[in-house]
């Protein structure tokens, strides 16, 4: 048997002027075998050097009552 599914992401980010510092909102929607599941995902990014940023993302379940939250980190950096 082959399973199949899709992913559907939006983004709505706000980047601050004269900086790579950014605010946003995604909407990541999945959909497989086991249904759909809806997570809505508030994140930041802010520079701390010129090449090294930290980004900060949250997953708010939105289709599944049963399902936790999450937080993840990011390090980015830059050439």
């Known amino acids: 048997m082959i399973g199949t ?7 709505c980010l706000y980047v601050i002027p004269n900086t790579k ?3 946003g909102l995604e909407n ?15 994140q930041v990014k802010v520079a701390v050097r010129h090449n ?4 900060l993302v949250g997953g708010i379940p939105l289709s599944h009552e049963n399902s936790r939250g999450d937080l993840m980190t990011r390090i980015i950096w830059e050439l």
């Open 5 to 11: 599914g899709a992913t559907i992401n939006a983004s």
């Open 52 to 55: 090294l940023m930290v980004g």
């Open 28 to 42: 990541n929607m999945d959909i497989d075998g086991n249904g759909f599941h809806d997570y809505l995902r508030p």
């Open 21 to 23: 510092n950014f605010i």
